[in-house]
């Protein structure tokens, strides 16, 4: 867990201090962003490879590895010189942390008999839950009280003890002993260009204009032909393929990396978009704004633990069918936010979403990995996670660009009605002129600035529609994933005796 822990926080907790960083290295806004999507680039890349990257060396030296080197790079991003020293530094952590959580899971997953796996990930979810709770309030705080540097830095003792664990605890089952086989050169290329790619549209589209911008088209270009010839490779040539994709034959793992694609999209989602709303429409501070978060999250670290215990009494895919319920409402009832909403009203539909995730990722996993063999175990955990990330990225992409793109749709729309004809309009523009004249402005400024005031309420108005409508197709998609669950194989609790 501590390792899957640290990296977990490091996601988050730069984009707090990022401003920071950029005034502290004198780098500008676009150059900054670099060390956010560096890492999350490289971390993409290793991801659906770390499986085959365990076989290869062994996975108890592959995992001493990840944690070696994303603890030694942490030390090193946080004694960065330059913007660009940082970047690079950054990629060696993404590469460091790629597999940190799909080993993680593996281990646990092989560790543990069918009937226990439920409370084994259940417990392990705490930790990884806990995560995007801790990860933007620590680095608000350290960098107010201490400096930037030490996001990096406090990964240190972490690393350390967890290299220490590693050593001691973890074993390498037989099947996972380092073995020696004929490397797919053109396999890892093809993923590394298709998913570099991708990755990099996904972050950067919506300040690009998307397709708008050259520099994206010829990114999609590369991705969809690299990502196409990567999956005729690995299906046709490889003799030993570096993703195993014919483990998409078993329907339940397959359905079920599609609905964490899904489950992960909404909650992205709904998160980046939580904070903008809450800091550009109603005034909150972002450590308000964490507060709103945070018993979402708790609320999951809760309830993980209580449907580990049910899945061991009643059908995971009613506890799954149920989960999903409450994610899809949790985000119907965020998009019914307006902009006289208090922090309680805004508060619970997070926290139900936090409930809805405990009752949702649990009984997913055991569904999707119940009928995987041991020894393929760390591809499909590798294959399982990347999805998930995919998934997070594919959402946060869609509700930035949705965001823009709406509010512009709304501003157009209720502007129509701010015509001199219209009674409303004309009541308005007179009670504010009357306003701002008995603070002492003159007629000619006063009437000037009620045009002002009256657009700059039409401008909020027209965002906060634009929110939700996110919320609401967030809402609709997860409701999409159920008839997907005639698809699984149902698991139904073991009795023993």
């Known amino acids: 867990m501590l390792p899957t822990l640290i990296e977990i ?3 988050s ?3 707090v201090s990022l401003g920071h960083i950029r005034g502290s290295l004198s780098a500008g806004i676009e150059e900054s962003t670099w060390a956010i999507t560096s890492y999350l680039v490289a971390n993409a890349i290793i991801i659906p490879i770390s499986g085959w990257l365990s076989r290869v060396f062994g996975r108890k030296r592959y ?8 603890t030694i790079s942490s030390f090193m991003c946080g004694s960065s010189w330059s913007m660009e020293s940082l970047i690079f530094f950054r990629i060696i952590q993404g590469i460091g942390g790629g597999g940190l959580q799909p080993l993680s899971q593996a281990i646990l997953l092989e560790t543990f008999p069918v009937e226990k796996r439920g409370m084994a990930m259940a417990i392990y979810g705490i930790g990884i839950m806990f995560g995007p709770i801790i990860g933007p309030l620590l680095g608000g705080w350290i960098t107010d009280n201490w400096s930037w540097q030490w996001i990096f830095y406090i990964n240190l003792p972490i ?3 967890s290299i220490i664990m590693a050593l001691f605890f973890i074993t390498d089952p037989p099947y996972m002993k380092r073995i020696k086989m004929k490397i797919d050169y053109a396999g890892i290329f093809f993923l590394v260009i298709g998913i570099g790619c991708l990755q990099v549209i996904l972050d950067l589209g919506q300040r690009k204009e998307w397709f708008e911008s050259d520099f994206i088209s010829w990114l999609a270009v590369i991705s969809v032909m690299s990502l196409a010839v990567f999956i005729i490779v690995e299906l046709f040539f490889a003799e030993h393929p570096v993703v195993n994709l014919r483990l998409f034959k078993n329907i339940s793992f397959s359905t079920g990396n599609i609905v964490m694609f899904f489950t992960f999209f909404n909650l992205f989602g709904s998160i980046v978009l939580l904070p903008i709303y809450l800091q550009t429409l109603m005034g909150y501070t972002a450590t308000l704004a964490g507060l709103v978060l945070g018993p979402g999250g708790f609320a999951t670290m809760i309830t993980m633990p209580l449907a580990g215990r049910l899945i061991t009494k009643i059908n995971s895919k009613a506890i799954l069918s149920f989960g999903i319920i409450i994610c899809a409402y949790s985000t119907y009832l965020m998009s019914g936010f307006n902009l006289h909403a208090d922090f309680y009203s805004i508060a619970w539909p997070r926290i139900v979403l936090g409930i809805g995730m405990g009752f949702t990722v649990i009984p997913l996993m055991t ?18 996670n990347f999805l998930r990330n995919l998934g997070g990225s594919f ?4 509700v930035t660009t949705m965001i823009a793109r709406r ?3 709304h501003q157009a729309h209720l502007v129509e009605h701010l015509t001199p004809f219209d009674t409303s309009y004309q009541i308005a523009t007179s009670q504010a002129s009357q306003f701002l004249q008995q603070k002492g402005f003159d007629a000619v400024t006063s009437q000037h600035g009620s045009l002002v005031a009256i657009y700059g309420q039409l401008m909020r108005q027209a965002s906060m529609l634009s929110f939700n409508d996110a919320f609401y197709l967030l809402s609709i998609l997860m409701v999409c994933t159920l008839p997907l669950m005639m698809l699984m194989k149902s698991s139904y609790p073991r009795i023993s005796g």
Do not use: C, P, R, Y
Request: charged share 10%; proline share 0%; aromatic share 12%.
């Open 367 to 384: 569904l999707a990995f119940s009928s995987i063999k041991k020894e393929e175990m760390g591809n499909a955990t590798a294959i399982f």
């Open 407 to 409: 509010s512009q749709f």
């Open 159 to 161: 690393g350390v003890v």
């Open 63 to 70: 995992l001493i590895f990840s944690i070696s080197l994303f």
């Open 9 to 11: 926080i490091d996601i």
């Open 395 to 398: 959402g946060v992409a869609l």
């Open 13 to 15: 907790i730069v984009n």
